[in-house]
């Protein structure tokens, strides 16, 4: 087995345009001003045609000598949409040539293949003396998962990882990931771990092939971050920072009870596997790859909780030994999720913070910031670290949501040094939110969570019960019926001492949760230990797709106007723009407020906040004529904005089929600020991506639209004057 680094300017090229159009989020790094243009947005174009045609994507022609031959037009059209956007891309790669370098060499030193490629292969039943995979490092790539495989047809021709965001060991063990299904895809034998598994557990099924095709990914993820942890003791492996641990906890739990053993040498690999499909042929294979019900988890708890002050001793000593658990659990969670909102802050400006948070940001953001804030917070300590992620919210983090999350940093800070006992800390887990909805609805099912706490709000307990589980379920029903019986155990008595647990510090890297079998407490599911039997319907039931429960942030109550026009005044003349309060009501409020000083904002140079009316001053940063002008951003980056940001007003009728338009700029999703462009001809692959607000309707007004972006020098917005009539 051996690895090569291969370098490639189209795969460089096609990655880094590939991100900007699908694969970026809206905080990350622009490297495009946005809107992009026409021959650029063309890449969307190709990429479908690929896809229709079966085209890997990126297909390994990329990396041939002479790149891919254009000889179909979706190819054509990839390759005219690079060329286009090449004047800007080329520099910013090559910006990266030092770091590249840097990182291939410290990928080389701790690597060491000849001592982990053997086992690496051996636990993929491979030989993998043949292998031979050229790995591409390269600087910017899609998100997620910002690594891949090249493939020509069925053949591994390659692999590519970003590394800007995986690096030091996290690095090694992605190049290990992706050597590990490289091994899978180009040798068979009769240990071969896809093959085995398929012997195991077999099934046509969906979810059948859906548990196997999790489980190899399960084994691969743990054996990559085990064989780091053999030459880096402190390497936390990628399968428990980057996701996987977190979205299937009872796969997971039950891999990792089974195969780390194997991996000590403790056990034979059949032995190992064997154990796996034994595990999970005892339940429906949906138990293992659909989402913890977080309802069900609350409905649990709260329940237990009635019940213990009911005088249920049982139920308090249930409770007392399974809140430490949870709380840890869930303190491990938000950690992780804490470590993802931190990634926000790549764009920070260092000079506008304090020297301590500049510095802790940068720290955070080095590489994914999952990993680097898990790095951090052990180098500076639990509390101080989360004692900065406390301000990195309140102060530069409330453009991104902070404001929401400032507080759940400081209940997490509070929980660490031991000032939250662990049944407050889960009741406040439960209850509190983050700007888009429940805490944890990155990893669990959170669709029932809501009617959960009004349930336990209003006292329902029959609600709480039908969600609760099987073992929940059936406590509640033995103390309804003992009561309806006439007991009552405040005045018969109920002094059965309850053995409490010593006092649980919270460890953040811990794995509870998805561990307990169906229909018992904690298992995340109301369904009883029957229903969830391995039964013939396994073989014919269609796979469940996850429901999102997503909260757009919207902001407070805007003022609304019956008719709003603005006038932009220019070095070149006056611009007229009759705005639409009725269709758009946040966009134009906010336009409105930062044009005329009625809305604060925070000064890109200074960091201070100001008052002041916003785009007075401002110069119209990018001017492309027969596209758009854009203006409205004080820092001259065109990515800059006031500070905050505001929801999409996106409309399907509002369409981008004729020039003079009026919209915002964004950097994504929900992320427009200040900046907006007016259009100089139709741009209809612009449709649904931003928010109209308004159109330059008189000819005197469109002729200096178009004299902006004809001028050869600077020209500036001197000011903004709007006459509105509220509604």
Not at 85 to 110: K, T, V
Not at 111 to 132: D, H, I, K, N, Q
Not at 336 to 344: K, Q, R, V
Not at 617 to 645: K, N
Request: hydrophobic share 45%; charged share 25%.
């Amino acid at each position: 087995m051996k690895v090569t680094y291969a370098r490639s300017d189209t795969l460089d090229l096609f990655l880094a345009l590939h991100r900007e159009l699908a694969g970026r989020c809206s905080w990350e790094v622009c490297l495009l001003p946005r809107p992009v243009e026409p021959a650029v947005a063309a890449l969307r174009d190709g990429l479908r045609g690929w896809r229709a045609a079966g085209v890997p994507i990126p297909p390994a022609a990329l990396v041939a000598p002479d790149g891919p031959a254009a000889t179909d037009a979706a190819t054509r059209t990839v390759l005219a949409a690079m060329d286009a956007a090449r004047p800007r891309l080329a520099p910013a790669i090559a910006a990266f040539a030092e770091r590249r370098a840097a990182a291939e060499a410290d990928l080389d030193q701790r690597l060491r293949l000849p001592e982990v490629g053997g086992a690496l292969a051996a636990a993929m039943g491979v030989a993998g003396e043949a292998l031979e995979l050229p790995v591409h490092l390269v600087p910017f790539a899609p998100y997620p998962p910002s690594v891949g495989l090249l493939l020509d047809g069925s053949r591994v021709a390659g692999t590519y990882l970003d590394f800007r965001r995986y690096v030091g060991a996290t690095l090694a063990d992605a190049t290990l990931t992706q050597l590990g299904w490289a091994l899978l895809r180009s040798e068979h034998g009769p240990g071969h771990l896809l093959g085995r598994l398929r012997a195991l557990l077999p099934g046509t099924g969906p979810y059948q092939r859906q548990l196997r095709l999790l489980l190899t990914k399960t084994v691969v993820e743990l054996t990559a971050g085990h064989l780091v942890r053999t030459t880096d003791p402190q390497h936390r492996p990628c399968v428990e920072v980057l996701g996987t641990a977190w979205r299937f906890p009872r796969l997971y739990d039950l891999v990792r009870r089974h195969w780390t053993p194997y991996l000590d040498g403790h056990r034979d690999r059949e032995a190992a596997l064997a154990a796996i499909a034994a595990e999970a042929a005892a339940y429906a294979p949906r138990w293992y790859t659909e989402n913890i019900d977080g309802a069900s988890l609350a409905a649990d708890f709260y329940l237990l909780e009635w019940l213990a002050a009911q005088g249920d001793a049982p139920a308090a000593e249930r409770l007392a030994r399974w809140a430490p658990q949870l709380s840890a659990d869930f303190a491990g969670q938000l950690d992780l999720i804490i470590g993802t909102e931190l990634g926000h802050y790549e764009c920070a400006r260092p000079d506008a913070l304090a020297p301590d948070l500049a510095d802790f940001l940068a720290r955070v953001n080095l590489g994914d910031s999952r990993v680097a804030w898990w790095r951090t917070r052990r180098e500076l300590g639990e509390i101080p670290a989360l004692d900065l992620a406390v301000d990195a919210f309140a102060g530069p983090g409330v453009e991104y949501g902070g404001e929401a999350w400032a507080p759940i940093a400081a209940m997490l800070r509070r929980y660490a040094a031991g000032e939250l006992p662990a049944r407050v800390f889960i009741d406040q887990c439960f209850t509190l939110q983050h700007n888009n909805g429940c805490l944890f609805d990155k990893y669990f099912e959170a669709e029932h969570l809501l009617p959960v706490l009004e349930a336990q709000a209003a006292g329902d307990l029959a609600t709480l019960a039908r969600h609760a589980s099987a073992e929940v379920r059936r406590r509640w029903q033995r103390h309804r019926y003992r009561i309806e019986r006439g007991y009552s155990p405040q005045w018969l008595g109920a002094d059965r001492a309850v053995d409490l647990p010593p006092p649980d510090r919270p460890r953040t890297g811990r794995l509870v949760l998805g561990a307990p079998p169906p229909g018992s407490l904690g298992c995340g599911s109301a369904e009883e230990a029957e229903q969830l039997a391995a039964s013939p319907a396994d073989a014919t039931a269609p796979v469940r797709d996850r429901t999102w429960q997503f909260r757009r942030p919207w902001p407070a109550v805007p003022r609304r106007y019956a008719a709003a026009t603005a006038v932009l005044h220019t070095g070149l003349g006056e611009v007229r723009l009759e705005l639409w309060p009725t269709v758009v009501p946040y966009t134009v409020d906010n336009f409105v407020a930062l044009a005329g000083g009625a809305r604060s904002w925070r000064d890109p140079v200074t960091g201070g906040r100001r008052d002041d009316p916003f785009y007075d001053g401002v110069a119209f940063h990018r001017r492309v004529p027969g596209f758009v002008i854009e203006a409205g951003d004080r820092s001259g980056t065109g990515q800059g904005g006031p500070g905050y940001r505001i929801p999409d007003e996106v409309r399907a009728d509002q369409v981008f089929d004729r020039p003079f338009l009026v919209a915002m700029a964004n950097n994504g999703r929900d992320s427009a600020g200040s900046r907006f462009f007016v259009t100089l001809a139709a741009a209809r692959h612009l449709d649904g991506g931003f928010v109209q607000f308004g159109e330059v309707v008189d000819d005197g007004s469109r002729a200096v639209v178009t004299a902006v972006a004809a001028a050869s020098g600077p020209v500036r917005l001197l000011r903004v004057t709007i006459d509105a009539t509220p509604a």
